[in-house]
Nanobody, 129 residues
């Protein structure tokens, strides 16, 4: 079972940038898609962005489109989330997760929590106003 270590979170002012990293314990090419999710206090976990491992296709939620960029380095088994123009409403714990592809069609014009099988522990992102 793959394990993830997220890093790169922290405190940043509104308008600032952060880059999150998600390092996997095994080959990411064994999985269908890797996704980034976030959960703010008192709110449900929501999908932010994902990348299909086979062809690099990406998806972004409307709330982050144009501000966040997902990328992967398969040689390092790492997926990144570059976050720019951060807003206070981006404050949340950010998680990465892997989908094996047995539920739905992961990262096909959408991102759903239930399609992802293995999850990291999360990294806190706090954006001050």
């Amino acid at each position: 079972q793959v394990q993830f270590v997220e890093s790169g979170g922290g405190l940043v002012q509104s308008g600032g940038s952060l880059r999150l990293s998600c390092a996997a314990s095994e080959l990411m090419t064994d999985y269908y898609a890797i996704g980034w999710f976030r959960q703010a206090p008192g709110k449900e976990r929501e999908g932010v962005s994902c990348i299909r491992v086979s062809d690099g296709s990406t998806y972004y939620s409307d709330s982050v489109k144009g501000r966040f960029t997902i990328s992967s380095d398969n040689a390092k088994n790492t997926v990144y989330l570059q976050m720019s123009s951060l807003k206070p409403e981006d404050t949340a714990v950010y998680y990465c997760a892997a989908a094996v592809g047995e539920i739905g069609i992961p990262c096909y014009y959408s991102i759903f929590t239930e399609e992802y099988d293995y999850w990291g522990q999360g990294t806190q992102v706090t954006v001050s106003s």
